[in-house]
């Protein structure tokens, strides 16, 4: 008897087999092959498009600094929320930049209240999630009020929506640094170098994964990421992670490869670029969102600097991301909630602070 959920009788068998087949290491090894060589020809077209579209889609961080309820001081402690909401619903990983992209772009556009900061990031993260992951891992409306603790009801978030697709003129994809990393990554592996090129390749996946990890880490420091496009923290996060790792690979050729790759009218890296980023990736702080994330520990300063070189250093870095515990669902307490309204403002504000932690409410993100 056919169901009548499926179109035929062997649909069931056919998903059956597909999943036995898509598990198999050596047909995924086959696959790759068959991709990389598919796509390797199509490497330079890829970065310039990759390159063009990403000069119309950066944010503009004097515009977010005139802002007059929003401070970039407020941004970390939004993104590390934002980063714990997308481990936990296990999005992909160009959802996380994605969703900073919208978020600055909009900031660059109109001005944003306080109490819509939140709104604002929930949103980006909904439609970044549209636009990048399965269908089934889409956050439904009932999920969004519930992780923000029905601060915002779905009329909110569907109006939110309409306005960031319409001050950006609908222009939501944005090239973001993962999708550079591939592209830069496989270009090294393809050159016919024997010096670096075997050594990368040899060492691929782990100097694609600190890449994707500094990568992220740049998020988090408005004057780290507002300095770099996607493709130079990219290519930044390759050679900070080569060095990391001790390899025998030359950066400064890393570098001028990546040079050679832009047009004329693309600002070229420095030497001085890179050490400058070398340096403060020592000392920055780890935010608790990527901490669970990669599951480390927060690192200390002593551990790679002196002293008085660690000072020295922080002296030129932006604000440290605030050491704070983020719940997935920062807010007052639906204990709380009953009492606020039951005093109807009679209680004294010092009485109101909930026992536990203090949120991204306290911390200004919202009210």
């Known amino acids: ?12 068998t056919r998903i059956v087999q597909s999943q036995i087949k898509s598990s198999n290491s050596n047909l995924q090894q086959m696959e790759r092959k068959t991709h990389t060589s598919t796509v390797s020809e199509y490497q330079l077209d890829m970065l310039e498009h990759l390159l ?6 950066l944010p503009n961080v004097s515009l977010i600094e005139q802002q007059p309820e929003i401070k970039l001081s407020m941004r970390p ?7 714990e909401v997308i481990t936990i619903l296990n999005l992909s990983r160009s959802t996380f930049p994605l969703t900073v992209n919208l978020i600055d772009r909009y900031c660059s556009t109109r001005i944003v209240k306080k109490q819509h900061y939140q709104l604002l990031g929930l949103t980006s993260l909904w439609i970044s999630c549209k636009n990048l992951d399965p269908k089934f891992k889409i956050p439904t409306l009932n999920d969004l009020r519930k992780i923000c603790v029905d601060s915002y009801n779905k009329e909110l978030f569907i109006e939110m929506e309409k306005h960031i697709l319409k001050s950006l003129e609908w222009v939501v994809n944005s090239p973001t640094f993962d999708a550079f990393v591939d592209v830069f990554l496989n270009m090294l592996v393809s050159v016919n170098d024997a010096n670096y090129s075997s050594v990368i390749k040899k060492h691929y996946n ?16 408005p004057n780290m990421y507002f300095e770099y496009s996607s493709s130079q923290i990219a290519i930044l996060a390759i050679m900070s992670s080569i060095s990391t790792l001790k390899l025998p690979i030359n950066i400064m050729t890393i570098m001028n490869f990546y040079n050679t790759l832009l047009d004329n009218g693309t600002m070229q890296l420095s030497i001085e670029s890179f050490q400058t980023v070398f340096r403060a990736i020592r000392v920055l702080s780890l935010p608790n969102s990527l901490q669970q994330k990669y599951c480390v520990n927060h690192r200390g300063n002593s551990n790679h600097n002196n002293g008085n070189n660690s ?3 922080n002296q030129n870095l932006p604000p440290k991301t605030p050491k704070v515990s983020m719940p997935l669902t920062p807010g007052p307490s639906p204990e709380e909630k009953v009492s606020r309204k039951r005093h109807n403002g009679h209680m004294d504000s010092s009485m109101m602070v909930h026992e536990r932690k203090r949120s991204c409410i306290d ?5």
């Open 363 to 367: 911390l200004g993100v919202r009210i």
């Open 1 to 12: 008897m056919i169901s009548s959920s499926s179109p035929d009788v062997f649909h069931q």
């Open 52 to 57: 063009s579209v990403e000069s119309h889609t």
């Open 77 to 83: 402690l939004l993104l590390d929320f934002l980063m």
């Open 206 to 221: 782990k100097i694609k994964l600190s890449s994707y990890y500094l990568g992220e880490l740049f998020q988090f420091y």
């Open 311 to 313: 000072t020295n250093a």
